[in-house]
């Protein structure tokens, strides 16, 4: 017998507990400033749940989240440079780069958030944008196995602008199992004064990597998010 979708709540409540664990990561940034880098990335990520941690908004007002994910990657860069006709790899070097997920429940929605930490912390400072994920009935985006979520997010800094782009991609062998997150893309689009960047990244799992081909999808370090 067939699982329903649940409602469009216990689907991003299940899609953020989905988080936790560790994932591949494969990431291709394309800086359109040939003094700006370009390359591959390859590594981990890891969400670790933790307690939520108290912010307070502009008001004064102190919220707590019901739910916090502490988000940690890491792994090599491979800067691509063009030398004349071709391209060529230069040396590798080691990235880190931590995040805080957080959900939010109210009376009416639950909001997804992306939060950066404040530098060589773990602490919580301000808001990299909340996520748009609209339920889209769009048959193409559904199935009996496969249940694809599309998100939206914005963040400016100073005069740069990131339009980011996410894909859930939840699925089950049986109908009638439960949808769990199998795998996730995220796209950030940097347009301003100082940078023009494309940042690509997917994400699976370490026991679904050698069941499909190598990807290549983009790096995201300290020089190409913001400072």
């Not at 507990?17 to 880098?37: C, I």
């Not at 796209?187 to 994400?203: A, R, S, Y």
């Not at 679904?208 to 998010?225: C, G, H, K």
Request: aromatic share 10%; hydrophobic share 35%; charged share 20%.
């Amino acid at each position: 017998m067939s699982q329903s979708i649940p409602s469009h709540s216990a689907l991003l409540t299940n899609l953020f507990q989905d988080l936790s664990g560790t994932w591949l990561l494969n990431r291709k940034l394309q800086s359109a400033d040939s003094s700006a880098p370009s390359g591959r990335c390859s590594g981990t990520a890891t969400f670790t749940t933790r307690a939520p941690s108290p912010v307070l908004d502009a008001d004064g007002k102190l919220h707590i989240a019901h739910a916090e994910l502490l988000y940690h990657e890491q792994g090599e860069f491979e800067v691509i440079k063009a030398v004349g006709n071709n391209l060529a790899s230069v040396p590798t070097f080691t990235f880190a780069r931590k995040y805080i997920w957080r959900l939010q429940r109210t009376e009416n929605a639950v909001t997804i958030s992306i939060w950066f930490t404040k530098p060589g912390t773990e602490t919580i400072d301000y808001l990299f944008h909340k996520i748009d994920l609209p339920f889209d009935n769009d048959p193409d985006s559904q199935s009996d196995h496969r249940l694809v979520l599309h998100g939206t997010g914005g963040h400016l800094c100073v005069e740069d602008f990131y339009n980011s782009f996410y894909s859930f991609t939840m699925s089950r062998s049986d109908p009638s199992l439960p949808l769990t997150l199998s795998s996730w893309t995220t796209v950030h689009e940097v347009l301003g004064p100082k940078k023009d960047q494309h940042i690509e990244t997917t994400f699976v799992r370490p026991e679904q990597a050698r069941l499909i081909p190598t990807l290549e999808a983009p790096y995201l370090n300290d020089s190409s998010i913001e400072q």
